[in-house]
């Protein structure tokens, strides 16, 4: 992969893999949703190969629902480094987990993504375009958005609108939104300044980054994929296979 000189990549990702996977059952009543396979390839194995591919140094993977299964899963991976965020005695949400995992996160910029993630990207890398996009000066966080109308497996209302400056709005109830979140993006620590103690979703701080003026979205440039259910596997692996014909 070839990167721009001037893109600032994240050195560090904090990866959401501490979920019950209840939607999965029974694929997840003895194995973990992340490490679910697709195409013969567990969804956490795909995130963090991607990251490495980025040029990710170390991710931050959290754990709670059939944690040694994952802790075993990650021990000998060496790109990127990994640290285990235990949550095993209690689950701290999209949110609280990150607070957790602040400290080893450090204080730039870091990629944030969940574990169940899986998208095909287009001409370019969308880890890399969202790095190339995200700015500091105007951002708490760039989310990476995929359209609603032409995801995979997905048949929600959709979560987000965007102007053409790239803030997003959150959908209106009882209205389509053209945009959901495809569960990457890049986050600031600032985003974390006065956080709730203990657990809560990671949708508080987007909603106080959208009062601000400091969310924005990124168009995902290829296709994303909602693997929620056994049977969105099976059309997730048909798109991958149509994707590589």
């Known amino acids: 992969m070839t990167i721009p000189a001037r893109t600032v990549i994240p050195r560090t990702a904090m990866v959401l893999a501490a979920g019950n996977g209840l939607r999965m059952r029974p694929l997840t009543d003895r194995k973990p949703k992340p490490l679910i396979s697709v195409c013969g390839k567990p969804l956490l194995d795909n995130v963090l190969d991607r990251l490495a591919q980025t040029g990710v140094e170390t991710a931050i993977v959290n754990v709670h629902y059939l944690a040694d299964q994952i802790e075993s899963h990650l021990a000998g991976r060496r790109k990127p480094h990994i640290i285990i965020s235990d949550e095993r005695d209690l689950l701290l949400d999209t949110g609280g987990g990150v607070v957790k995992a602040l400290p080893s996160l450090g204080a730039a910029p870091f990629f944030h993504l969940n574990s169940d ?29 995929a359209a609603t109308s032409s995801s995979v497996g997905y048949g929600g209302r959709g979560d987000f609108a965007m102007a053409p400056d790239g803030r997003v709005q959150r959908r209106p109830e009882r209205e389509v939104a053209p945009f959901v979140y495809a569960g990457v993006a890049i986050l600031t620590p600032a985003l974390f300044a006065e956080t709730p103690a203990g657990a809560f979703s990671l949708n508080v701080l987007f909603d106080r980054a959208i009062e601000s003026g400091r969310l924005y979205g990124l168009r995902l440039e290829g296709v994303w994929m909602h693997v929620g259910t056994p049977d969105a596997i099976a059309a997730a692996e048909a798109a991958i296979l149509a994707s590589a014909a």
């Not at 890399?128 to 996009?133: C, K, Q, T, V, Y």
């Open 117 to 145: 993630t899986i998208w095909i990207d287009g001409v370019k890398s969308n880890l890399l375009r969202l790095a190339e996009g995200f700015d500091p000066g105007r951002m708490d966080a760039l989310l990476l958005l």
